[in-house]
C-alpha cells in the first residue's frame, strides 16, 4: 500500500525517547480504564432496562444515546481537538464524565438514563479524536504502528472482563456498583491526563523572515479525511459492517434471556468471549507482516460476517461463545488497523478532525443497527435478526471489497 504522508511537523521524525513510550502506555492505560467502565456501565443500563419490560425499545434508546452525540458534534469536536490543549480536554471533560455517572446514581428512570447516557456520550466525543491522535504525536512515524497497537490493545484488554463483572455485579447491587465504577475510571483518566506532557497539536518553530517557503504551507490547508479515497473506502465499508453488526448488540440480552432462558451472568459472561477475541485480534493485525492493511480489514469483515451467522443459527447458548470469540478476533483485527492507517495517512495539523470523522461514522454504523435491532427484535425472533445481519455484511463485503483494495494503491494528497 502506498502510502505518502508529509507531517508537518519535524519534532514528529525524531526517534521516541523512553519517556514518550511511558506516555503511550499511561494513554493506552487511562483508555483501558475509562472503556471498561463504560461498557460495565452500559451493559447494567441494558440489564436493567430488560429486567424493568422496557423492551427493544428501551434497550435501542439507551443504545443510541451513547451512539448518536459523537456522530452530531464530529464536526465541531475535530476543530476542537486541532485547536485546544489536549491536557485540557482530557482533564475537564473527563472531570464531568465522572459527575454524570454519579448523576445516574440518582434515578432508574429509563427517559432520564438516555439523556445521562447522551451527555455522557457528547464527552467521549471529544475525547475520541485526542485518544486516537495522541500516539502518533508521542512517536516518530516509523514507530506509529507500534503506539496505535499498544493503545488499542491496551483498550481491547480492559473490556474483557467488563461485561461479565457488569452481569456479575447487576446481579447483586443493580447499576450502583457498575455506575460507581465507571465514575472513578473517569476520575482516573482525568488525573492521567494531569500527567501526560505530549499534546495533540504542537506549534510549529516560527518561520524565518527570510524564508521564501514559508507561506507554502497555510494552516488553512483544505485537507479533508474523505478527499483520501482509501480512507473514504474505510470509513464506508466500516459504517456499513458496524451497522449490521451492531444490530445484534440490541438482539443480544433477549437472544440470551428470553429464547435460551440464561441468566445475567451467562449474558455477561457471552459478552465477555468478544472481548476476549479482540485483545488476540488486535495482536495478530501488528504481528501479521506479510499482508497488507487492505487485506486485514477485509479478512476481519469476514470473521465478523461469520461469527454473526454462526450464533445465529447457534442451538445452545454456549454455542454463542466461540463464534462470539471469532468476531471478536475481526473486531479487534480491524479497530488496530484503522487506527493506524489513520495515523499514517492523515496529517498531524487535521488529525483531530480525522478522528472525529472515524468518531462520527463508528458511530453512525452502530446508530442505525441499534435502529434495525429496535424493529428486528419488536417483529422477528432474534434470531432472525442475526441472520439478518450477518447476511448484509456478507453483501456489503462482496460490493465494496474491490474498491477498497485499488483505492490503497493511491498515495495521500500532497496538500495532506
Not at 473527563?94 to 446514581?105: G, I, P, R
Not at 488525573?191 to 524564508?211: C, D, E, N, V, W
Request: proline share 6%; aromatic share 6%; charged share 10%.
Amino acid at each position: 500500500m502506498a502510502v505518502s504522508v508529509s507531517p508537518p511537523l519535524q519534532a514528529d521524525a525524531t526517534p521516541a525517547r523512553a519517556s514518550a513510550w511511558r506516555e503511550v502506555r499511561l494513554l493506552a492505560g487511562m483508555r483501558s480504564l475509562s472503556v471498561a467502565g463504560d461498557i460495565m456501565a452500559a451493559t447494567a443500563l441494558t440489564l436493567l432496562a430488560q429486567k424493568n419490560g422496557a423492551g427493544g425499545w428501551g434497550v435501542m434508546a439507551l443504545l443510541l444515546a451513547a451512539t448518536l452525540p459523537p456522530v452530531f458534534l464530529a464536526p465541531i469536536t475535530g476543530k476542537f481537538a486541532d485547536r485546544v490543549d489536549s491536557k485540557k480536554i482530557i482533564v475537564v471533560v473527563a472531570s464531568l464524565q465522572a459527575l454524570v455517572c454519579l448523576a445516574m446514581l440518582t434515578t432508574t428512570s429509563i427517559p432520564l438514563l438516555v439523556a445521562l447516557c447522551g451527555l455522557l456520550a457528547a464527552g467521549v466525543s471529544f475525547t475520541h479524536p485526542v485518544f486516537g491522535g495522541l500516539p502518533s504525536a508521542m512517536v516518530s512515524p516509523e514507530e506509529v504502528p507500534r503506539a496505535s497497537a499498544i493503545s488499542q490493545t491496551t483498550t481491547m484488554a480492559g473490556m474483557l472482563f467488563a461485561p461479565a463483572a457488569a452481569g456479575f455485579l447487576s446481579s447483586r447491587s443493580g447499576t450502583t456498583l457498575p455506575l460507581v465504577l465507571d465514575a472513578f475510571s473517569f476520575v482516573l483518566v482525568a488525573l492521567g491526563g494531569l500527567a501526560i506532557s505530549t499534546r495533540l497539536h504542537k506549534k510549529a518553530a516560527p518561520a524565518s523572515p527570510a524564508s521564501p517557503a514559508a507561506p507554502a504551507q497555510p494552516e488553512a490547508a483544505p485537507y479533508r479525511v474523505w478527499s483520501d479515497p482509501f480512507l473514504r473506502s474505510v470509513l464506508v465499508l466500516s459504517g456499513i459492517v458496524m451497522a449490521c453488526a451492531c444490530i445484534i448488540n440490541v438482539l443480544i440480552v433477549f437472544y440470551v434471556r428470553s429464547t435460551f432462558g440464561a441468566s445475567e451472568q451467562v449474558y455477561g459472561i457471552i459478552m465477555t468471549t468478544w472481548a476476549a477475541g479482540m485483545v488476540p485480534g488486535a495482536l495478530l493485525a501488528r504481528k501479521v507482516k506479510n499482508l497488507s492493511h487492505e487485506a486485514i480489514l477485509i479478512g476481519s469483515f469476514v470473521c465478523i460476517a461469520i461469527a454473526i451467522l454462526g450464533a445465529g443459527l447457534a442451538p445452545g447458548v454456549w454455542w454463542i461463545a466461540p463464534f462470539y470469540l471469532l468476531g471478536g478476533i475481526g473486531n479487534g483485527a480491524q479497530a488496530t488497523v484503522t487506527h493506524i492507517v489513520f495515523n499514517l495517512r492523515a496529517p498531524q495539523s487535521h488529525r483531530g478532525r480525522a478522528f472525529a470523522a472515524l468518531g462520527a461514522v463508528s458511530n453512525t454504523g452502530p446508530g442505525l443497527g441499534f435502529l434495525l435491532g429496535g424493529l428486528l427484535v419488536s417483529a422477528f425472533e432474534p434470531r432472525y435478526g442475526f441472520l439478518a445481519a450477518g447476511g448484509l455484511i456478507a453483501i456489503a463485503l462482496l460490493t465494496t471489497a474491490r474498491t477498497l483494495i485499488r483505492s490503497a494503491a493511491k498515495p495521500v494528497a500532497a496538500t495532506a
